[in-house]
């Protein structure tokens, strides 16, 4: 009987109550493994091993979760792209069918002068809000995500502009900057004639003003979130280490908001090659053509010129350009390759 004891001491010793490694072994193998196990490597422990135990039920959807969404893009985005592709080798006025003429609209098109200056404009405004809209919405996002005093109410008087649809901010700054009634006509020492549609500069910086008056609260609140979420221990460590606001600026908060600036450029140049609005509204393309981008360029040909068979390949022009474009912007900076550590675990 006490043999028998003896045996169950050592065994429990060894092992630990319960049967499991505990005591001794456990505190050897944590001494060698330095302590706890990060937390990114139990949550990837736990998902193997759930994926283990329990099959396909845990880890990535299936593709029957994308089935809504790949019939909603299909629909609305696939097959109008499908049928302006075709529309761009017809001639239709928009009265009765289309009639086929091959690659004529292209020639037409590619050889109108305006057309080709329509996209080194358009890329040019894109390129003026990504230089603008960039740094002043880093800048304000870094501080909106503070504790300061009052800052929630400026925040919100600063996010205004955000809820007026584009028409409505494109007629408030129309009268505002109008040469005639406007505050360039009470301000002449700072705007001279005050006609700033008058010149291409002028017309081509009240665009890009107001797109950065418009849209720089949007890509704010993307670069708030995601300050916010920056670990406090980063900074902590940094004061520490006798670091002041700017470095920790420079080497922590602007490498942790690599990935929301990539995905902000990308938004802004997709909405820069496809404004259209801002131009109708403010410039109708002028003076004369030094505002017509490619957006606005279709729609002259469309519906003002009722060739919907032109107007089709300025439009395939400009979703080409804008996907080649975003996937420059893309490669370049590395989007492709974000992961995350937590990607699939449920």
């Known amino acids: 009987m006490k043999t028998r004891i003896r045996k169950q001491t050592r065994s429990r010793t060894a092992t630990g109550a319960g049967g499991d490694e505990r005591g001794p072994v456990r505190t050897a193998r944590r001494s060698a493994g330095g302590g706890r196990v990060p ?36 629909l609305f985005a696939i097959t109008p792209l499908i049928m302006v592709a075709a529309l761009s080798f017809t001639s239709w006025s928009g009265l009765g069918p289309p009639r086929f003429v091959g690659v004529d609209n292209w020639t037409r098109v590619f050889a109108d002068p305006v057309m080709i200056d329509s996209v080194w404009l358009s890329l040019l405004v894109t390129f003026l809000g990504v230089a603008i809209q960039t740094p002043l919405s880093v800048l304000l996002g870094v501080w909106a995500a503070g504790h300061q005093r009052n800052r929630a109410v400026l925040s919100a008087i600063y996010f205004v502009p955000l809820l007026l649809s584009t028409t409505a901010v494109s007629v408030l700054w129309r009268a505002v900057l ?48 995601a300050a916010r979420a920056v670990p406090r221990v980063l900074y902590e460590a940094a004061e520490i280490d006798g670091a002041g606001r700017v470095r920790q600026f420079f080497h922590i908060t602007l490498p942790q908001l690599r990935n929301s600036v990539i995905t902000s450029t990308i938004l802004m140049v997709v909405g820069g090659l496809t404004t259209f609005e801002t131009v109708l509204i403010l410039t109708q393309g002028g003076p ?59």
């Not at 990837?44 to 283990?52: D, I, L, N, T, V």
């Not at 291409?200 to 890009?208: C, D, S, T, Y």
């Not at 804008?322 to 900076?333: G, K, M, N, Q, Y």
């Open 39 to 74: 937390a990114a490597d139990r949550g990837r422990g736990a998902s193997r091993r759930a994926r283990e135990r329990y099959g396909s039920r845990v880890g990535r959807p299936g593709f029957v979760w994308a089935v809504p969404a790949t019939v909603f893009f299909g």
């Open 178 to 225: 109008d040469p005639n009634f406007g505050v360039p006509s009470r301000a002449a020492w700072l705007f001279g004639d005050g006609n700033l549609f008058g010149t291409q500069a002028g017309a081509i910086g009240v665009l890009a003003f107001v797109s950065t008056w418009q849209f720089t609260p949007f890509h704010t609140l993307i670069h708030q979130g």
């Open 288 to 346: 004369g053509t030094d505002t017509t981008i490619t957006a606005f360029y279709m729609y002259q040909k469309a519906f003002k010129g009722f060739d919907f068979g032109a107007g089709a390949a300025v439009a395939l022009v400009l979703v080409v350009a804008a996907t080649l474009v975003s996937l420059i912007v893309v490669r370049v900076s590395g989007y492709d390759r974000m992961r995350s550590d937590m990607e699939g675990v449920s």
